[in-house]
Nanobody, 126 residues
Framework: QLQLVESGGGSVQAGGSLRLSCAASGRTFSMFSMAWFRQAPGKVREFVAAISWSGGSTFYRDSVKGRFTISRENAKNAMYLQMDSLKPEDTAVYYC???????????????????WGQGTQVTVSS
């Protein structure tokens, strides 16, 4: 399994931008599709975006399409989430996650993921 560490969270006003990073340990990072999830206060954790192991395919939840961009740099064992046009409803703790298997399809269900970071807080004020 991968060890994952998120960074880049913070507080911004509505309409602003943030870029989250996820640093992974281990030489097998490039074998995993990856994903971002988030959990708002009092709510269940939800899928945000996923990217294939090669970076060639991506998938987003409807509410962030056109505003968020997921990307990765396998040579740096890193994944990113560029978040633009942020809204107060984007406020949450954001987690990066790796699935249990390698070279698999894009996934969006929490039980399919076996490695999680500690999370980074994103707060968007109106």
């Amino acid at each position: 399994q991968l060890q994952l560490v998120e960074s880049g969270g913070g507080s911004v006003q509505a309409g602003g931008s943030l870029r989250l990073s996820c640093a992974a340990s281990g030489r097998t990072f490039s074998m995993f599709s990856m994903a971002w999830f988030r959990q708002a206060p009092g709510k269940v954790r939800e899928f945000v975006a996923a990217i294939s192991w090669s970076g060639g395919s991506t998938f987003y939840r409807d509410s962030v399409k056109g505003r968020f961009t997921i990307s990765r740099e396998n040579a740096k064992n890193a994944m990113y989430l560029q978040m633009d046009s942020l809204k107060p409803e984007d406020t949450a703790v954001y987690y990066c996650a790796a699935p249990r298997g390698t070279y698999g399809p894009l996934l969006d269900a929490e039980p399919d993921f076996g490695s999680w970071g500690q999370g980074t807080q994103v707060t968007v004020s109106s």
